[in-house]
């Protein structure tokens, strides 16, 4: 996938890991380039079920490489043609995406680990939003992301302030799902891929769409789409599978069909 990224399978898992370990794995043209073809491959491969998106070395990401301005883009230009590529990817793919994040998270890579549908973290990691420091407000879509998960004055806070908010609290405040040993967190994300690879994938599917659907839509809205999905689902081989093994009392053997 490029030598900025590395990719690789295991049984249903793919794992996508940033390899930009010197520079704490910044921000790049070339990075960006490569995670969105990674998370495409990911995509249309339908041996692959679940995504871990993580980061080589002692951080998730430092968010964008500032001695770095390759293509010579605006600021405005690399968030709309860079990261909004990757970032609508990880939104868009049915297939749920767990953030494995060593270390810490900040700035752009923030953003990246908010728009996952799932998070772990290591117990010595944290997220940042350094951006008021630097006079910069948060990006990536994290005012979104934060005002939504945390509400608005918990959020204005964290921003202005650019506070550090260990995994502890991150688990508490509903911005990662689990905190792990940090030396536990590759095998524990990669196990925890692997449970919710053996679930259903159309459910998983539909439930990823009609919940960040259910964000910006109101209750009819949301209501009419599960009903919709509902319908779809209730007559597919994997439904009639899970009924039956659920009668026959055993686990049950999805195919995604």
């Known amino acids: 996938m490029g030598k900025t990224v590395n990719y690789s399978q295991q049984g249903a898992v793919a794992l996508i890991a940033m390899n930009r370990?010197?520079?704490?794995?910044?921000?790049?043209?070339?990075?960006?380039?490569?995670?969105?073809?990674?998370?495409?491959?990911?995509?249309?491969?339908?041996?692959?079920?679940?995504?871990?998106?993580?980061?080589?070395?002692?951080?998730?990401?430092?968010?964008?490489?500032?001695?770095?301005?390759?293509?010579?883009?605006?600021?405005?230009?690399?968030?709309?043609?860079?990261?909004?590529?990757?970032?609508?990817?990880?939104g868009q793919t049915p297939k749920p995406v767990i953030a494995a994040v060593p270390g810490f998270a900040a700035g752009i890579g923030l953003s990246y680990v908010l728009q996952c549908d799932l998070v772990i973290m290591a117990d010595d990691a944290f997220l940042l939003s350094p951006f008021a420091t630097i006079s910069l407000v948060p990006d990536g879509g994290a005012n979104w992301q934060l005002v939504r998960q945390l509400g608005y004055h918990r959020a204005y806070q964290l921003a202005v302030e650019a506070e550090r908010i260990p995994a502890s609290r991150c688990v508490e405040l509903g911005l990662a799902n689990r905190a792990v040993p940090a030396d536990e967190l590759h095998e524990a994300a990669m196990a925890w891929a692997g449970e919710l690879a053996e679930r259903a994938p159309l459910a998983l599917a539909a439930t990823k769409k009609v919940m960040r659907a259910a964000l910006d839509g109101d209750w009819a809205s949301c209501f009419d789409l599960e009903a919709d999905l509902q319908g779809q689902l209730r007559d597919t081989d994997d439904s009639r599978e899970g009924v039956q093994a659920f009668f026959e009392k055993r686990q049950p053997r999805f195919k995604g069909k």
Not at 44 to 58: K, L, M, W
Not at 65 to 83: A, C, M, P, T, V
């Open 21 to 90: 370990p010197d520079s704490l794995n910044g921000f790049t043209p070339e990075l960006c380039e490569d995670l969105l073809a990674a998370f495409e491959r990911a995509d249309a491969d339908d041996s692959v079920r679940v995504i871990v998106f993580t980061g080589e070395g002692r951080a998730f990401s430092t968010g964008a490489d500032l001695k770095s301005n390759e293509g010579g883009r605006s600021i405005r230009g690399k968030l709309q043609f860079e990261y909004r590529p990757v970032l609508a990817a990880i």
